[in-house]
Structure formats: C-alpha cells, structure tokens
C-alpha cells in the first residue's frame, strides 16, 4: 500500500479543500470540513478501496493522515 495514493484518496473526500494541502502530516481533524459526515465518509472509502473497516475509535485516535495509514496498514 502506497502513503501517496492514500493521501490522495482521503484528499477526494474533501470536497472543498484544495488538494495541495493534504500530506501524509495533513491533521485532517483540523480541516475546515471536517465534521462526522467527513468521518463516515472516510470510513466508507477506506472500506470500499482498502477492504478494512475502520470504526469510530480509529479515526477518534488518529491525528494525521499518517496515522490513519497506519491503522490501515495493519489491518491488511
């Protein structure tokens, strides 16, 4: 699994944040348009493209989009 892709799947989430501001260090928690329906909709994706199912905790836990990438990771 690549950080780069994922970086850039979770970047489609956000519909309205340019893409150049999201890194492997991206806190995504403190994007504007963070909100429970961006949370939801990250659990979706990373289900539909990683086939690993993410609860609520992981994302709680989890500051940047690295760490999410790790939680990930290991779930394969």
């Known amino acids: 699994m690549d ?3 994922f ?3 979770v970047a489609e989430q956000f519909m309205d944040t340019d893409p150049s501001n999201f890194s ?3 806190k995504f928690k403190e994007l504007d348009e963070w909100s429970s329906l961006m ?3 990250i ?3 990373v289900d ?3 086939h690993v199912r993410l609860k609520g905790n992981d994302i709680r836990q989890s500051v ?3 760490d999410l ?3 990930v990771s290991m779930m394969l």
């Open 7 to 9: 970086v850039e799947n």
């Open 39 to 41: 949370a939801l909709a």
């Open 43 to 45: 659990i979706a994706m």
């Open 24 to 26: 492997p260090q991206t």
């Open 69 to 71: 990438f790790v939680k």
């Open 64 to 66: 940047t989009i690295e």
């Open 3 to 5: 950080i780069k892709f």
């Open 48 to 50: 539909d493209s990683y």
